[in-house]
């Protein structure tokens, strides 16, 4: 299986947007509940926000009323949205299934806040 391609980051004052964007390779992605996974330097890496195949989400504590997890079927693609975010939101972000699959972490994507 192809790893899925994550697109988006960069460098953000805090306070500051980005959005995210991930294109998944993969046939019958529309029956897949998908999520975004971080990980920060020196730490573990963690559930961000998870969407069902019919559009349920669910979202970190740490996250939740700033971000918005959103996926479109008929492009294969997952998404994003990060508003308010803070220094502690730097991390490299990862699409991948939920639950994930180890065979499918791609490269990531790197978002840095600066206050």
């Known amino acids: 299986q192809a790893q899925y391609a994550n697109s988006g980051g960069g460098l953000v004052q805090a306070g500051g947007s980005l959005r995210l964007s991930c294109e998944v390779p993969?046939?019958?992605?529309?029956?897949?509940?998908m999520a975004w996974y971080r990980q920060a330097p020196g730490k573990e890496r963690e559930l961000v926000a998870r969407i069902n195949h019919v559009g349920g989400t669910n979202y970190a504590d740490s996250v939740k009323g700033r971000f918005t997890i959103s996926r479109d079927n008929a492009k294969n693609s997952l998404y994003l949205q990060m508003n308010s975010l803070k220094t502690e939101d730097t991390a490299t972000y990862y699409c991948?299934?939920?639950?994930?699959?180890?065979?499918?972490w791609g490269q990531g994507t790197q978002v840095t806040v600066s206050s």
């Open positions: 993969q046939n019958g992605f529309s029956r897949f509940a």
């Open positions: 991948n299934t939920y639950p994930y699959s180890r065979q499918l």
